[in-house]
């Protein structure tokens, strides 16, 4: 399997060529303008690599190349090597009207980490028009205080079940010796519900290891949640394969025990 690292590295290979055959300026944006920027997404690599274009333009979409037609000025664009690429908080922008919540809101919430809402909607109100209302539930919707992509998914996918909203990284004492405490990614106190996201690279990844072997990640992420039972607390968990396909994510938060309003929706795999 390909490390993560190799995936980022051939798409913007793949961004590099298209922009090395376009004869004006280059702009790239949306998702391929996360990827140059290093902002968090979910879902797969983009088969298409996107670009921004000022309205009037003659260029179009083609195989492997998605042209979108958008006013822009030099307040909105910074140099990647040859080429241009949108700002962050522009492409926070963008994204936030091109993708469905579930898509938009993980990189709205990575973003906020470094920008405000505010920014984010003045470039939403720019140019005349209003923002559309997605792109402003989106904005609304998104909070800092997400601990990664699948989370912030996660939380999205809660919301369309009717899940009462969750509280986000509470502190809870450590069983660790050494730590003073450690955060819940999701907990309903008044429930005495807690749930977890573990991704794969929690366990595996490097540098969220902190020098720790994964046997020894797993087996104090067992004593977190031994102390977290102890305090009256029922614990579920899921990761990323239960976000790709929402129905077993429901099934999770059902068997948890979170009351959810619109219990029936019906979603389709993510990817």
Do not use: C
């Not at 590295?9 to 391929?32: D, K, M, N, P």
């Not at 509470?170 to 003073?180: D, E, F, Q, V, Y």
């Amino acid at each position: 399997m390909d490390r993560p690292q190799e995936l980022t590295r051939r798409f913007l290979e793949q961004a590099v060529a298209v922009g090395l055959t376009r004869r004006s300026q280059v702009v790239f944006s949306h998702r391929t303008a996360l990827a140059i920027l290093g902002i968090p997404q979910l879902g797969p690599w983009p088969s298409e690599v996107e670009v921004l274009e000022p309205l009037g333009s003659s260029r179009r979409s083609k195989r492997g190349i998605r042209v979108h037609l958008a006013p822009f000025d030099d307040t909105d664009v910074m140099p990647w090597g040859e080429f241009w690429v949108t700002t962050p908080v522009r492409t926070l922008a963008d994204v936030a009207r091109a993708l469905t919540a579930v898509f938009a809101v993980p990189s709205l919430d990575a973003g906020l980490t470094e920008f405000t809402p505010e920014a984010i909607h003045e470039v939403l109100e720019r140019n005349g028009s209003a923002p559309s209302p997605r792109a402003l539930r989106s904005l609304d919707f998104a909070d800092s205080l997400s601990g990664s992509v699948g989370e912030s998914a996660s939380r999205v996918l809660m919301e369309l079940f009717g899940a009462p909203r969750p509280q986000l990284q509470l502190r809870h004492p450590s069983p660790i010796a050494g730590k003073r405490y450690f955060k819940t990614d999701f907990e309903w106190p008044e429930l005495k519900k807690i749930g977890e996201f573990d991704g794969r690279e929690k366990f595996f990844k490097d540098e969220l290891l902190g020098g720790k072997s994964p046997s020894q990640a797993v087996y104090e992420e067992k004593l977190r949640e031994d102390a977290l039972r102890r305090e009256g607390n029922d614990v579920g968990r899921w990761g990323m394969p239960e976000v790709r396909r929402p129905p077993e994510l429901r099934d999770r938060l059902t068997t948890l025990g979170i009351p959810l309003t619109r219990g029936n929706v019906r979603l389709a795999p993510l990817w």
